[in-house]
């Protein structure tokens, strides 16, 4: 088990943002339980991990200049039109598409994730800092308890993680240095990209985010500034 | 006492928009009580509205052009820097400054307003739409138990109301037709814009909002959906 954070760290942090998908939420579980109730004839585990691998290429292309700025409710379903035929649901029609689409505004959050976080807002002030657009991460919150002071996204910075305007908007927006800033994530590039802009870093294990078929490397990596293993271990480290 | 709102209009309407300086914070007592604390020679009543009266002009000059982009919290300073040495504190220093101007994320919300929101939050989805900035919106909501779901701003949007592209924002924000939205504001001149752009409107009560020597007409107007003596008449209005 990590030691506790220095005191130091813990009182020199005021903001705490959180990185949602798979951090925050169980988006594979919560994608394969939808389609299992409606659709169990089809392989929810490769149609959750088929969805999710056309994120960042899509992404990408946004970032790139090819396609204009893009709210991830959109890429998402361009994603989805592309993966229903491969899993035999080229037949849904336009309001099944919409209703399945919004299934990442349904995600259901980690079993530690309510409570870790409702022990961490008692200290820091909390906030998204995710590439999830603001209307489908305020209705995940909503439905889901997560008790966020702001939410911010890529949509306010107009630019997609691992883009630095998006670390150094968040230490904007609270009018504080970046050092008083701590992504919380499951993903060591993202935390390496916001270290690089000078915020701190929590490493969050999630083993299982991409289900129990395929097992995730949670070992600790130097350069974070900690490792939790879930949002109750960091509200311990954090003294919360 | 205004009829109950028709079924239809609370059902319609999914997300609430509240106007934040006056509508659910009461700026004016705030800053008087502020003041009084420290510094009990000021006229806090004539300080508070000499502060507020340069608000309308400071965004004029950004909307007009004049200005680049500005946040609230540095027009805020701009006007209070202009003031003090007309109330005899030209001597505060930086800190001093710093710390009045934050004022502005310490004020008090109306007695009903949290238990109000509260209400209305187990129906619709509850947003700021204020000209205030996130770190602002933010902090006051934090300290001052204000239930948001997601905190808008003008920052988010990058003009001020009444710009059109506010209003049409929140709907655009949350995948919504803009006849879903209800501006909840303590101004006609908000509401009115909010109207043009298609939004549905509510009109709360603040008489007090400048302070008990210049009480406010808050007369029903034509044109607003609903009249509501408060957040809790809102609440009833609404079947919260």
Redesign the interface.
Known sequence: MPAAAPAALASEVEVLAFDIFGTVVDWHGSLVRELAQTWPQVDGNAFALAWRAGYRPAMARVMSGELGWTLI?DLHRTILDQILPQFGLAHLDEAARQHLNRAWHRLDPWPDAVAGLQRLKSRY?L?TLSNG???L???M??RAGLPW????SA??FRAYKPDPSTYLGVAR???VPPARVMLVAAHHDDLAAASACGLRTAYVERPLEFGALQIKDVSPQPGNDLHARDLLDLADQLGC
């Not at 002071?149 to 911010?152: G, I, R, S």
């Open positions: 409710d002030l906030c657009n603001l209307g991460l305020t209705r919150a909503k002071d702001c939410v911010l949509e306010v927006v609270f009018d």
